[in-house]
């Protein structure tokens, strides 16, 4: 199994930016999915999740910028990220509950961060 995300890079503040985040292999099922952002010298922190069912959940930084929405067919997560800020930049994670073929269950199985930069 693995999560591969792209879709971020260098934009300036007030523009946006959509990351993707797609599940490979043997997958039975994802039930959460969602997005973690670390900028430097901080913890990670959430900035949205997404249930099986499309109930989402942001934090409070993003509300309102942000969405978060998932393509179950396609085993897919986005993260819409508009009127982004300087203090939006980090490396975002997407991360997902997932069931394999096999009936292995991770419950936080995470793909590799991708870098957004908001900057003039």
């Known amino acids: 199994v693995q999560l591969q995300a792209s879709g971020g890079g260098l934009v300036q503040p007030g523009g946006s930016l959509r990351l993707s985040c797609v599940a490979f292999?043997?997958?039975?099922?994802?039930?959460?999915m969602g997005w973690y952002r670390q900028a430097p010298g901080k913890q990670r922190e959430l900035v949205a999740s997404?249930?099986?069912?499309?109930?989402?959940n942001y934090a409070d930084s993003v509300k309102g910028r942000f969405t978060i929405s998932r393509d179950n067919a396609e085993n897919t997560v986005y993260l819409q990220m508009n009127s982004l800020k300087p203090e939006d930049t980090a490396v975002y994670y997407c991360?997902?509950?997932?069931?394999?073929?096999?009936?292995?269950?991770?419950?936080?199985?995470w793909g590799q961060g991708t870098l957004v930069t908001v900057s003039n």
């Open positions: 292999g043997r997958i039975r099922n994802i039930n959460n």
């Open positions: 997404i249930t099986s069912s499309s109930v989402t």
């Open positions: 991360n997902a509950a997932i069931r394999t073929l096999s009936n292995f269950y991770y419950p936080d199985y």
